[in-house]
């Protein structure tokens, strides 16, 4: 069983930085994949970025590429989504999420259905 809580949602000015948390508590959130996901108002959730148990091998959406970094700190059960040059499009509902399954590769984990656990989501608003 994992618990996962988000925050660092906020409001932003497009261009702007924030930098969301997610904090896990649980057994075995070290061999956890863990990955992002973001639904906008009206649209299905969406693929962001995921990171494997050990952080060394990541993969992005498109949109996302170039602007945000997946990062996690298994010390201390947290897992991080650093967005710099934010766009109003990526106005939406932040999802933390983990998979206890242990493959990694290319978009395997781009799809909600590889995911065990989800966050309750934290609010990201980017005006102009």
């Known amino acids: 069983q994992v618990q996962l809580v988000e925050s660092g949602g906020g409001l932003v000015q497009a261009g702007g930085s924030l930098r969301l948390s997610c904090v896990a508590s649980?057994?075995?959130?070290?061999?956890?994949?863990m990955g992002w996901f973001r639904q906008a108002p009206g649209k299905e959730r969406e693929f962001v970025a995921v990171?494997?148990?050990?952080?060394?091998?990541?993969y992005y959406a498109d949109s996302v590429k170039g602007r945000f970094t997946i990062s996690r700190d298994n010390a201390k059960n947290t897992l991080a989504l650093q967005m710099n040059s934010l766009k109003l499009e990526d106005t939406a509902v932040y999802y933390c999420?983990?998979?206890?399954?242990?493959?990694?590769?290319?978009?395997?984990?781009?799809?909600?259905?590889?995911?065990?656990?989800w966050g309750q989501g934290t609010q990201v608003t980017v005006s102009s």
């Open positions: 990171i494997n148990w050990t952080g060394g091998n990541t």
């Open positions: 649980g057994r075995t959130f070290r061999t956890y994949t």
């Open positions: 999420a983990a998979s206890q399954r242990g493959y990694f590769s290319g978009s395997y984990y781009d799809t909600e259905s590889r995911y065990d656990y």
